[in-house]
């Protein structure tokens, strides 16, 4: 009773502290002129291929009843003790890489984007800060042909990538954050082109609730809560996040609201997750699309759920659906908002039923069949519809001496006629219990948005004939253990693309015009390295890049070659005493533009057991830069706040 009290009292505190969120005007002008080895880990599943693919529900086990046992207190599994062992899994053929739960702490994220930025090989291309609007990239690709999954289930829109960000997470209920770089489209289909990412959120019901404040340059003030509790028999969880800021120039300020809601339960034999969430974004689009004082206003709803049947000892069925709803209402020119003006209303539902077989020996078979539902209902594109389906099988060996093995394909037919087949096939081997090799070819695939189709306006030109993207990709690496507390990595890729979709012109003064590149050749190499002991964690990653095309060379690329060709950041961070620090610096040359550095920076001061004070400066050496043509980032920024936990 004293909990639910405490939560209620909290949850009134923060509403009239931040206040309510913004309306969704669609008629009156804009009110605004910015894996590894200490993260938690759960025991093995029948069928759990979260290591390989990142799919799997993040469940403790198999159980009729839900476990009441903290993340913190769960047990890892033991590492087999074979040849086939490796830095970060037993037998993935993949280069994968994990943010753990304790260097996101160290971060203070005030977006979940923030995160982003930091994790390994990935290119978070920023319009407006605190997770305003940003595109996510992976290892050269685009945004568009990057995936992003919420605890496992895709996050799309067919209306444009760039809205695939516009998350209904609160920062405080992010847990980890996965990446797998290069082919996916053997087991996602479409978009898992250059690298899948995956954000797992904390199990609901558990662990600690949260309450932060913040405020810092730019009138910028927010804040966030966290309440879990047990009521009904169930575990639940909400979370909300506000924040509003003036914005670091003209026609940038920005209104956010975030809220999301989970909960988890166990029918007889039947474990399942339910998640909701809600995102408003109210903000200032100066420049983003085009050289225009732009606003723009998007709503996101989300609802996704899954549960877990035990049909034998061996045999899971795993039915999962995911429902979202964006709103986005755009205005070019905010001085003459009658001028061009877009309403986009888009909806995607998916149904899933997984069957995961653990084979004889140890191997994992996993069965599936998909269908998704996109529509579209715009001012601009007209009302449009497109309806997917799927089946796939992938294949998982157990360790076979030094050797494992795993493949996979899928064919996807969408409008009833229009099939891609995706295979992959991958192997590892063990050099010794520290050192593996490991290699994977794939074919990926991507369906190009709606924008991409049907969009006008005066700075840019859809166009309906465009076919899908294709891509063969291959992968090598090296991953060890050179030392206790170090990791290590090394990947090379080759990425060979068919009918690229980029949007292109002749001069500044013409618009963009969408359409297919023959053909582009992605070649790049990144490396890792990773040593934790006694409260310190140190990691160095870099990465370079080489595209070739062929291609009109008298023709500007809007997105495509805006890749960075040379990537470096380092960053250090302490968790145990009463001051704990972390710094980030990252190193940056794009292919089209001039080399920078960034340098970010936290300070944390644990005054009491449950309650800490922190600083956080983005931007620190106060760089001028610009991640998208066109768009200037913000110089420096201090923040500051109070974070509290209660039990």
């Given at each position: 009773?004293l909990?639910?009290?405490?939560?209620?009292?909290?949850?009134?505190?923060?509403?009239?502290?931040?206040?309510?969120?913004?309306?969704?005007?669609?008629?009156?002008?804009?009110?605004?002129?910015?894996?590894?080895?200490?993260?938690?880990?759960?025991?093995?599943?029948?069928g759990?291929?979260?290591?390989l693919?990142?799919?799997?529900?993040?469940?403790?086990?198999?159980?009729?009843?839900?476990?009441?046992?903290?993340?913190?207190?769960?047990?890892?599994?033991?590492?087999?003790?074979?040849?086939?062992?490796?830095s970060?899994?037993?037998?993935?053929s993949r280069a994968?890489?994990?943010?753990?739960?304790?260097?996101i702490?160290?971060?203070?994220?005030?977006?979940?984007?923030?995160?982003?930025?930091?994790?390994?090989?990935?290119?978070?291309?920023?319009?407006?800060?605190?997770?305003?609007?940003?595109?996510?990239?992976?290892?050269?690709?685009?945004?568009?042909?990057?995936?992003?999954?919420?605890d496992?289930?895709?996050?799309?829109?067919?209306?444009?990538?760039?809205?695939?960000?516009?998350?209904?997470?609160?920062?405080?209920?992010?847990?980890?954050?996965?990446?797998?770089?290069?082919?996916?489209?053997?087991?996602?289909?479409?978009?898992?082109?250059?690298?899948?990412?995956?954000?797992?959120?904390?199990?609901?019901?558990?662990?600690?609730?949260?309450?932060?404040?913040?405020?810092?340059?730019?009138?910028?003030?927010?804040?966030?809560?966290?309440?879990?509790?047990?009521?009904?028999?169930?575990?639940?969880t909400?979370?909300?996040?506000?924040?509003?800021?003036?914005?670091?120039?003209?026609?940038?300020?920005?209104?956010i609201?975030?809220?999301?809601?989970?909960?988890?339960?166990?029918?007889?034999?039947?474990?399942?997750?339910?998640?909701?969430?809600?995102?408003?974004?109210?903000?200032?689009?100066?420049?983003?699309?085009?050289?225009?004082?732009?606003?723009?206003?998007?709503?996101t709803?989300?609802?996704?759920?899954?549960?877990?049947?035990?049909?034998?000892?061996?045999?899971?069925?795993?039915?999962?659906?995911?429902?979202?709803?964006?709103?986005?209402?755009?205005?070019?020119?905010?001085?003459?908002?009658?001028?061009?003006?877009?309403?986009?209303?888009?909806?995607?539902?998916?149904?899933?039923?997984?069957?995961?077989?653990?084979?004889?020996?140890?191997?994992?078979?996993?069965?599936?069949?998909?269908?998704?539902?996109?529509?579209l209902?715009?001012?601009n594109?007209?009302?449009?519809?497109?309806?997917?389906?799927?089946?796939?099988?992938?294949?998982?060996?157990?360790?076979?001496?030094?050797?494992a093995?795993?493949?996979?394909?899928?064919?996807d037919?969408?409008?009833?006629?229009?099939?891609?087949?995706?295979?992959?096939?991958?192997?590892?081997?063990?050099?010794?219990?520290?050192?593996?090799?490991?290699g994977?070819?794939?074919?990926?695939?991507?369906?190009?948005?709606?924008?991409?189709?049907?969009?006008?306006?005066?700075?840019?030109?859809?166009?309906?004939a465009?076919?899908?993207?294709?891509?063969?990709?291959?992968?090598?690496?090296?991953?060890?253990?050179?030392?206790?507390?170090?990791?290590s990595?090394?990947?090379?890729?080759?990425?060979?693309?068919?009918?690229?979709?980029?949007?292109?012109?002749?001069?500044?003064?013409?618009?963009?015009?969408?359409?297919?590149l023959?053909?582009?050749?992605?070649?790049?190499?990144?490396?890792?390295?990773?040593?934790?002991?006694?409260?310190?964690?140190l990691?160095?990653?870099?990465?370079?890049?080489?595209?070739?095309?062929?291609?009109?060379?008298?023709?500007?690329?809007?997105?495509?070659?805006?890749?960075?060709?040379?990537?470096?950041?380092?960053?250090?961070?302490?968790?145990?005493?009463?001051?704990?620090?972390?710094?980030?610096?990252?190193?940056?040359?794009?292919?089209?533009?001039?080399a920078?550095?960034?340098?970010?920076?936290?300070?944390?001061?644990?005054?009491w057991?449950?309650?800490?004070?922190?600083?956080k400066?983005?931007n620190?050496?106060?760089?001028?830069?610009?991640?998208?043509?066109?768009?200037?980032?913000?110089?420096?920024?201090?923040?500051?706040g109070?974070?509290?936990?209660?039990?």
């Open positions: 009773m909990r639910r009290n405490l939560c209620t009292f909290l949850c009134l505190a923060f509403q009239l502290a931040l206040g309510a969120p913004a309306g969704f005007a669609q008629t009156s002008g804009p009110s605004l002129l910015a894996p590894s080895p200490d993260s938690p880990s759960t025991p093995a599943l029948p759990n291929f979260q290591r693919e990142l799919s799997t529900p993040n469940w403790p086990a198999l159980e009729s009843v839900l476990l009441k046992t903290p993340r913190s207190a769960v047990t890892p599994p033991a590492v087999p003790k074979t040849a086939a062992a490796n970060s899994t037993t037998d993935s994968q890489v994990r943010v753990s739960a304790d260097q702490r160290m971060q203070m994220p005030l977006a979940t984007e923030d995160v982003l930025h930091t994790l390994p090989g990935t290119d978070v291309q920023s319009r407006g800060p605190l997770g305003i609007q940003n595109d996510l990239a992976v290892n050269g690709s685009t945004s568009s042909q990057t995936l992003l999954l919420l496992g289930m895709p996050l799309r829109d067919p209306q444009t990538g760039h809205n695939r960000l516009d998350l209904p997470l609160p920062p405080c209920e992010l847990e980890t954050v996965d990446l797998l770089p290069g082919h996916a489209s053997s087991r996602f289909g479409s978009e898992a082109f250059g690298g899948t990412v995956n954000l797992t959120t904390k199990p609901a019901g558990q662990g600690p609730g949260e309450v932060e404040f913040f405020g810092g340059d730019f009138k910028t003030l927010g804040g966030q809560m966290r309440l879990p509790f047990a009521l009904g028999g169930l575990e639940h909400f979370a909300f996040n506000r924040v509003t800021t003036q914005g670091f120039r003209e026609d940038t300020g920005a209104e609201f975030q809220a999301g809601y989970a909960a988890q339960g166990a029918l007889p034999a039947l474990p399942w997750k339910l998640r909701l969430g809600f995102a408003d974004k109210n903000f200032g689009a100066n420049d983003f699309y085009a050289a225009y004082p732009s606003w723009e206003h998007t709503r709803a989300t609802a996704a759920g899954r549960a877990r049947y035990a049909l034998a000892p061996e045999i899971a069925l795993l039915p999962q659906f995911s429902f979202r709803h964006h709103e986005d209402f755009f205005l070019l020119d905010v001085y003459h908002p009658s001028a061009f003006a877009n309403q986009h209303t888009s909806q995607v539902s998916s149904v899933e039923v997984p069957a995961l077989w653990t084979l004889p020996g140890g191997g994992e078979l996993r069965l599936g069949l998909e269908g998704r539902w996109e529509d209902d715009s001012s594109l007209g009302v449009r519809q497109r309806t997917l389906g799927s089946g796939y099988a992938f294949f998982q060996s157990a360790p076979l001496g030094p050797w093995i795993d493949a996979g394909l899928r064919l037919v969408w409008d009833a006629a229009n099939p891609a087949w995706s295979p992959s096939l991958g192997a590892a081997y063990g050099l010794s219990e520290n050192w593996k090799l490991r994977s070819a794939g074919r990926a695939f991507r369906l190009p948005d709606f924008t991409e189709l049907y969009y006008t306006n005066p700075g840019n030109l859809g166009n309906p465009l076919a899908p993207e294709k891509a063969w990709v291959y992968e090598a690496g090296l991953d060890g253990r050179p030392a206790p507390g170090w990791l990595q090394l990947t090379i890729f080759r990425r060979d693309e068919f009918d690229v979709i980029d949007w292109t012109r002749a001069g500044a003064r013409d618009p963009w015009q969408a359409g297919n023959s053909r582009v050749w992605v070649t790049g190499v990144t490396v890792l390295g990773r040593w934790t002991r006694a409260g310190w964690d990691q160095a990653d870099a990465g370079l890049l080489s595209l070739q095309s062929i291609r009109d060379e008298t023709l500007q690329s809007k997105y495509q070659f805006n890749y960075p060709a040379q990537r470096f950041q380092v960053q250090a961070g302490y968790t145990q005493g009463t001051l704990q620090p972390w710094v980030h610096a990252a190193y940056l040359r794009r292919e089209t533009g001039a920078y550095w960034l340098l970010d920076a936290v300070l944390r001061w644990q005054a057991e449950q309650t800490s004070f922190f600083v400066v983005t620190a050496l106060n760089v001028g830069y610009e991640e998208i043509p066109g768009v200037p980032q913000p110089g420096r920024w201090f923040l500051g109070v974070d509290i936990k209660f039990l």
